[in-house]
């Protein structure tokens, strides 16, 4: 029974015939004063109406306890797609790590894909040393949403253990996502020989999604192996592409790339230009000081202001 704290039009409003009614009323149970809120709404993850049960779902993120986890869980098979996207995007706003331990006991028994995944979605943040063998095996999954999710799991416990079924995922799975979060994925290794062959054919893959991913982590990795890839993804149709390989290459300190850099410096797209000029200076070669002199001119303000920089550390 409602506590008596509660005003009574909101006892009444609870108890509506009309789900509109109830789902509003729902809604006000955060104005009130009580310690047991989340009691009230995961008795409302029960309501006969969708609407009620999806906002009690969403309301739900706010509380980190056993009961709202089970809860939540619960009805990741709800009949409704809006309430198992609500449970589920309440899940993964979880932050306390003991909270993993129903998620994980709910693995085994996931009745289906989308709750496999929401499970290891709400578990990745968590980094549960438990999760990282169920994550493994379901990179074999025959979907694409629950391998995307186990892959984010091991992203995030980067065990070294995982990089060869995660470089398989991104040299060789059928989706493009999978692909590209694979590919992101590999910049937790410590040893980038493990897995440049991989981020290598990531670079010349057939999306450009995934081969943006893979140049960016190649300058994570610090792979001066794969400069000479760097350079020639420099001439990717894409210019998200060729905006991730100048950075690497600047982080890499290349001097092989000192050529596409300036030629860079020249492009129409000023956000190029800015990351050309950024990578010049990191590279260090006073080879590139007249054409950063040149940008000094440049039509952009920041172009010029990051030519100055780069200017700077090359005359120290």
Known sequence: MMPATYPADLQS????????VRRIAVMDLLDSDEDDIDQYLLDALKDADAQVRAEAARLLEGYETPEVVEGLIGVLDDDSAEVREAAAVSLSELKDAAMGDGLLAALPVSSSPFMLASLFRALRELRRPEAFAPALAALASDVVDVRCAALGVLGYLKNPAALPEIARVAGGDADVEARRIAVGALGFATESAAVVPAMKLALVDASWQVREEAAATLGKLLAAEAIDDL??????????????????????KAKPALPVLIEALGHPMSNLRKEAAVALGEVGDIAAIPALENALYDSDPDVRKLAR????????
């Not at 409003?13 to 509109?20: N, Q, V, Y």
């Not at 210019?239 to 390989?245: E, F, H, L, M, Y």
């Open 13 to 20: 409003r609870l108890a509506s015939t009309d789900p509109e």
């Open 231 to 252: 350079i020639a993804a420099m001439a990717d149709p894409y210019w998200q592409v060729r905006i991730k390989a100048a950075r690497s290459l600047g982080r890499l």
């Open 309 to 316: 920089l780069a200017l700077t550390q090359l005359s120290k």
